[in-house]
T-cell receptor
Framework: EPEVTQTPSHQVTQMGQEVILRCVPISNHLYFYWYRQILGQKVEFLVSFYNNEISEKSEIFDDQFSVERPDGSNFTLKIRSTKLEDSAMYFC????????????????FGPGTRLTVL | AQKITQTQPGMFVQEKEAVTLDCTYDTSDQSYGLFWYKQPSSGEMIFLIYQGSYDEQNATEGRYSLNFQKARKSANLVISASQLGDSAMYFCAMRSASGGSYIPTFGRGTSLIVHP
């Protein structure tokens, strides 16, 4: 069964360093997402991406964040200068379609990357 | 603005019993979708079930069913015949087409512990 993969599973970095989190969405999916979950808290939407551009982004997704789909398979989240409060689990998700029909709404999540900023 | 409320921070259930996890939502949109996800201790998010606001029948997926009461704005998850492997965090989420936005909103989650 196709699945979303994410690398690395755990990233430890020093405050102020740049990190790139990588995701490989399911191959025929068109919509891609990044979410963040601070330990013990709810999942928060960061950004959605379609047709090689950002469709929507939340207030969390400030100038320190960027996303890219550098080739036909990878989808990356870059944090330019990490802060302590960026420590969280980051989930990538993908979906085949965008719409309100029941067949079109399942977002497949990756296993997550746990980012620890020291 | 849309909002998801999960009032049960933790639930306990005996193996093989049924359990209901509560979820209420608030939206002014007529068209929206409701989701449940399971997050085991390993951290991944697993999609369980989806209910569309215009679906007349409650969604079911195996042992999972969604008790959708539109007038009450509730979308409770019912797990029948609980198994030890059901122990996890469960998140209710909603996505509406407000102004063309498809940003989903998640609740704070309910921790379910299934004991033998």
């Amino acid at each position: 069964e196709p699945e979303v993969t994410q690398t690395p599973s755990h990233q430890v970095t020093q405050m102020g360093q740049e990190v790139i989190l990588r995701c490989v969405p399911i191959s025929n999916h068109l919509y891609f997402y990044w979410y963040r979950q601070i330990l013990g808290q709810k999942v928060e939407f960061l950004v959605s991406f379609y047709n090689n551009e950002i469709s929507e982004k939340s207030e969390i997704f400030d100038d320190q964040f960027s996303v890219e789909r550098p080739d036909g398979s990878n989808f990356t989240l870059k944090i330019r200068s990490t802060k302590l409060e960026d420590s969280a689990m980051y989930f990538c998700a993908s979906r085949a379609y965008q719409g309100m029909g029941s067949s079109y709404n399942e977002q497949f999540f990756g296993p997550g990357t746990r980012l620890t900023v020291l | 603005a849309q909002k998801i409320t999960q009032t049960q921070p933790g639930m306990f259930v005996q193996e093989k019993e049924a359990v209901t996890l509560d979820c209420t939502y608030d939206t002014s949109d007529q068209s929206y979708g409701l989701f449940w996800y399971k997050q085991p201790s390993s951290g991944e998010m697993i999609f369980l079930i989806y209910q569309g606001s215009y679906d007349e029948q409650n969604a079911t997926e195996g042992r999972y069913s969604l008790n959708f009461q539109k007038a009450r704005k509730s979308a409770n998850l019912v797990i029948s015949a609980s198994q030890l492997g059901d122990s996890a965090m469960y998140f209710c989420a909603m996505r509406s087409a407000s102004g063309g936005s498809y940003i989903p909103t998640f609740g704070r989650g309910t921790s379910l512990i299934v004991h033998p």
